[in-house]
């Protein structure tokens, strides 16, 4: 079964230092998300990424994030500067458009959990 | 935008007994996700259903999509000790066939009590 890997799986990082989450998504997926979890709390969509660029993006995901998938295979989410309430575990999830233009389930990573300190 | 309300917040089931978790939204579902969740870690995916009047079963777990497409209910038969973790559902929000985020509800917690 195919899987959507992320790295690192925790991460502790002091306040005001950039992070850089890591994901591969599925090979032929199409889609790509961000979405974090503040412990005890809901999931939140942070950002969607298609064909090289930002589809949408909420109002959590403001400047001090960005996204890249610098080289085809991987996908990643920078936090230029963290802070204390960035603590969460973020997930990357990919999804595929079937064909005949019916779209298909997601698929979550893992999750990093991130702690700022 | 879309809203996802689940109930109970919490379950506590003695195990062997059935229990049913529901998911209901405030517009019409077009594609609704089960997840389950131990505490703090990953999400596993269980179902999706798309059609209204659509079930799906996988084990002991049997989801169902009512004909409005608004609400979906998650049942465990015999419920074990496995079954313990927060449970969460999640939707598309429309039928575009784009690139569409998921809403997720707040999660139910259940407990199997032996």
């Known amino acids: 079964e195919p899987e959507v890997t992320q790295t690192p799986s925790h991460q502790v990082t002091q306040m005001g230092q950039e992070v850089i989450l890591r994901c591969v998504p599925i090979?032929?997926?199409?889609?790509f998300y961000w979405y974090r979890q503040i412990l005890g709390q809901k999931v939140e969509f942070l950002v969607s990424?298609?064909?090289?660029?930002?589809?949408?993006k909420s109002e959590i995901f403001d400047d001090q994030f960005s996204v890249e998938r610098p080289d085809g295979s991987n996908f990643t989410l920078k936090i230029r500067s963290t802070k204390l309430e960035d603590s969460a575990m973020y997930f990357c999830?990919?999804?595929?458009?079937?064909?005949?233009?019916?779209?298909?389930?997601?698929?979550f990573g893992s999750g990093t959990r991130l702690t700022v300190v | 935008s879309q809203e996802l309300e689940q109930s109970p917040q919490s379950l506590i089931v003695q195990e062997g007994k059935n229990l049913t978790i529901n998911c209901t939204s405030s517009?019409?579902?077009?594609?609704l996700y089960w997840y389950k969740q131990k505490y703090g870690e990953g999400l596993i995916f269980l179902m999706m259903?798309?059609?209204?009047?659509e079930e799906k079963s996988h084990e002991k777990i049997t989801a169902k999509l009512d004909e409005k497409k608004q609400q979906s209910s998650l049942h465990i038969t015999a419920s074990q000790p496995s079954h313990a973790g927060i449970y969460l559902c999640?939707?598309?929000?429309?039928?575009?066939?784009?690139?569409?985020?998921?809403?997720f509800g707040t999660g139910t917690r259940l407990t199997i009590i032996p």
């Open positions: 517009k019409t579902l077009y594609g």
């Open positions: 259903l798309q059609k209204g009047g």
């Open positions: 999830a990919s999804r595929i458009l079937r064909p005949g233009g019916k779209h298909y389930g997601y698929t």
């Open positions: 990424f298609y064909n090289n660029e930002i589809s949408e």
């Open positions: 999640g939707a598309d929000g429309s039928d575009n066939f784009g690139n569409e985020k998921l809403t």
């Open positions: 090979s032929n997926h199409l889609y």
